[in-house]
């Protein structure tokens, strides 16, 4: 693979080997619940059940789609990637997951800019909200599932553990709510208007730290590309 070709080239290069089943999957959330959110204010839904399907699109289907995508990205080119040094690899794949993680990110920016306009918004978030009821959870689960794909060498396994933490803490939101440690970490808190506004701020705030410290340990590991080769792909 040159890694030095023109710009449009290898960006064409580098989405033909993406494939579509990551764009698709990171933005079918996004774009499906939009839809939803639109028909629900079109058929006279409930302003409280328009809130909370804001709510639940922007916290938690849109970042769980994008992270489950951007896992599903590694050991995509195993045998050019055996040749590559590690610095390559480091920016080969963080160009790939930015090509499927920006344009959701985009395009959930825009779902909150239509929702604020349609009054289908989560209950107590101003206009940071348009930015922090999403951003932080996306961060963290798509920094986390890119760590433990790596990690495990297994976008598969990366996928399942990934949608149980997300499962497990809208199943289990009381519990963790009640432990700090937990709370700090609870992606769904930006939408939930009875948590104390410093508890929300240390939320926003920890969220994004976590993420970022999982991107420096993924490209950490990812300094010995021809571990990917043999990994499961699917």
């Known amino acids: ?40 204010r079109a058929t006279g839904a409930a302003a ?8 639940a699109v922007l916290a938690g289907f849109a970042p769980l789609g994008t992270a489950v995508a951007a896992s599903s990205i590694v050991g995509r080119d195993p045998g050019a990637e055996l040749v590559m ?20 990110a985009l395009v959930t920016l825009v779902d909150a800019v239509v929702f604020r306009a349609l009054d289908a918004w989560p209950e107590g978030q101003g206009t940071g909200g348009y930015v922090l009821v999403w951003a932080p959870p996306m961060l ?32 289990m939101k009381r519990a963790v709510l009640d432990h700090p440690v937990l709370r700090a970490q609870y992606l769904f808190l930006g939408v939930d208007a009875k948590v104390p506004a410093h508890e929300w701020t240390v939320n926003r705030i920890a969220l994004p730290a976590v993420g970022v410290a999982a991107v420096i340990a993924a490209g950490l590991l990812l300094g010995r590309p021809e571990r990917f080769v043999g990994s499961e792909t699917a």
Do not use: C, K
């Open 1 to 40: 693979m040159d890694v030095n070709r023109p710009t449009w080239d290898r960006l064409r290069l580098e989405l033909r080997i993406i494939g579509i089943a990551a764009p698709v999957t990171a933005l079918a959330a996004t774009l499906g619940g939009a839809i939803l959110v639109i028909v629900m």
């Open 48 to 55: 409280e059940h328009l809130d909370l399907a804001a709510g």
């Open 85 to 104: 040094t590690s610095t390559v690899y480091r920016r080969v794949l963080f160009l790939r997951v930015g090509l499927v993680v920006v344009p959701a």
């Open 140 to 171: 963290w689960l798509v920094a986390l599932a890119m760590l433990i794909a790596i990690g495990l060498r297994s976008p598969g396994a990366a996928t399942g553990l990934i949608g149980g933490i997300w499962l497990a803490q809208d199943l």
